[in-house]
């Protein structure tokens, strides 16, 4: 399970909103993950990346234009960060979730939970902190 924390709020309640919404998000992988009552998941799997994708998306865009709206100096850096997120995303091979479904998704999670987490401590406290 990927556990919100208070240390993971940057001050600014829209984007604090935001990434609590891709921790449940990631909740809800892991929830699949350990369900054992489904054998095949490959639709739900499928429909959550999809979901996390948008989401993403989403953030990001709402994220940057609030960076652009304070002049944050280190806007540029951000966007490569969330642009090497995206790419990451784009690159999940849906032939891999059917051969290996739980694995498979286990790595998912592993990458979504670690890299939000970092990013939001390493990256998006800066935001706040000029």
Known sequence: MVQW??????GVQLIDEQ?????????RIF??????LLTDKYDRIVEIIEELKDYTRYHFQSEEEYM??????KFLSQ????NEFLEKMDEIDLSKIDDGQNEYL?????FVSDWLV???IK???LITAN
């Open 123 to 125: 990256q998006d406290k």
């Open 68 to 73: 652009t709206s304070i002049g944050y100096r």
């Open 31 to 36: 929830a699949l993950l350990n369900n054992q």
């Open 118 to 120: 970092f990013h939001i």
């Open 5 to 10: 924390k208070d240390e993971y709020c940057v």
């Open 19 to 27: 990434h609590q919404q891709l921790f449940e998000i990631a909740n």
């Open 106 to 110: 286990h790595e998912i999670l592993k």
């Open 79 to 82: 966007k490569v960060a969330h």
